[in-house]
């Protein structure tokens, strides 16, 4: 018997140094045929180390987003597959192999990740086929493009879009650059202007040279910086201008602020898109040009309901109403100066960030758990998961086994088992019928 125990275990050995060579060399871009590759557990990092840049997604078969984001990759993938660098698409299923999800931190689905020469980065771009494209051209461009034609730097704004910052430098050497460009590639465009006019000056609201210019075109902003030109300066800058000067909240703002050390001056309106809103947004944007140390940023309770109510709003609270938060657990409401009321805005908001810098504030902390805001259903999910999974182990260990008899006592608890199961059961049960619903 154990001559076969031996025998077994060695064909496994060989079975397994086999897939281990088989997935070593399964992958070559050459032979990439611009469709989604759907990736296990055992074919992971070949993939990930055959491909200089790979977007991977992790789904679950049963999440909704997940299956609305799946014939956008698909549309997708053929078109990345033709770039000068070619990007594959990939996908696994994240939910059954937990310890992938557990190795890259999956906490939400679908997460997506860029990985760069096996390098990962948090993909937080937009997801429809056509804009994702775009997107992505980025990161196989080069670190700093260089303009050589006042006609390049309108062509180079174009095919950049609007989903990062621009920064092009004027009368600036590509050097001067390259490193902090290497650095936030994945937030921004970099390039470097060789040949522009006066009238490209004038344009661009600049008066001398060198410059470096900071475009945010979704949001219609721009920004000037004149030196000094040290990597110390330029970074403040940099990070200063990755930002709009107003930034709507939403789920994936919210991921951009992880990279921020910033605080942030909220402000909660009713609804985002009411004409009293926007036109204090106006006022909050002339705030932020003046006070570029914070990061100033709206959401609408309309909006996004949940996130407002971890900041102490309700229904009947009025609104606007402006905090400082941490961008964490923590956030100040400024004594005497939370509500903004209907006349001269513009001087409550600048009573507001001067009583802030006085200290005379009152430190919070945030509602329920403020990562159950922008979580999706993985959290709650996994937990029933695995609480069922615990409460079925404990339930076959406990088959078959006699209790032994104590006198004088009954355990009241004797049903443990089996309602726990029950309850475990529900609870997935009504985790699955939330998700077809949405």
Known sequence: MSRVVV???????????????????EFKETDYDGKVLELNESNLDSAISSFDFILLDFYAPWCGHCKRLSPELDKAAPMLSGLKKPVVIAKIDADKYSRVASKYKIDGFPTL????????????????????????????????????????????IEAAGTSFPIFI???????????????????????????????????????????????????KEQNIFYGPFEDKFLEEFIKQSSLPLTLPITEESLKLLK???????????????????????????????????????????????????AFEVGRKTPLPKMVVWDGNEVFFSVIGSEQIHTEDKGSQITQFLERYKDGKVIEKSLGPSFSGYFGSLIGMRTIYIMIFLIAVIFLIATIGKEEPLVVGTRDPSAATGSTSVSDTREARVSADKEDKED
Not at 7 to 25: E, G, K, P
Not at 189 to 217: I, Q
Not at 284 to 290: D, E, G, M, P
């Open 7 to 25: 025998l077994l275990l060695l064909s496994l050995c060989i079975v397994s140094i086999s897939i281990s060579t088989v997935s070593c060399h």
């Open 113 to 156: 990740k860029i990985f760069m020469h096996g390098v990962p980065t948090d993909y937080h771009g937009p997801r429809k086929s056509d804009l994702l494209v775009r997107y992505l051209r980025k990161f196989v461009a080069p670190d700093v493009t260089v303009l050589e034609s006042e006609s390049s730097i309108t062509d180079f």
């Open 169 to 219: 430098g004027f009368g600036l050497d590509e050097s001067s650059i390259s490193n902090l460009a290497i650095k936030f590639k994945k937030n921004a465009w970099f390039s470097v202007a060789k040949d522009f006019s006066e009238k490209t000056m004038a344009l661009y609201d600049f008066d001398k040279v060198p410059a470096l210019l900071a475009l945010h075109p979704n949001f």
């Open 259 to 309: 990279d921020d050390d910033r605080r942030i001056v909220l402000t909660i309106v009713e609804d985002e898109t009411h004409y009293e809103s926007k036109e204090l947004i106006k006022l909050l944007r002339a705030a932020a040009s003046a006070n570029r140390e914070y990061v100033f940023a709206y959401v609408g309770y309309n909006q996004w309901q949940d996130f407002a109510e």
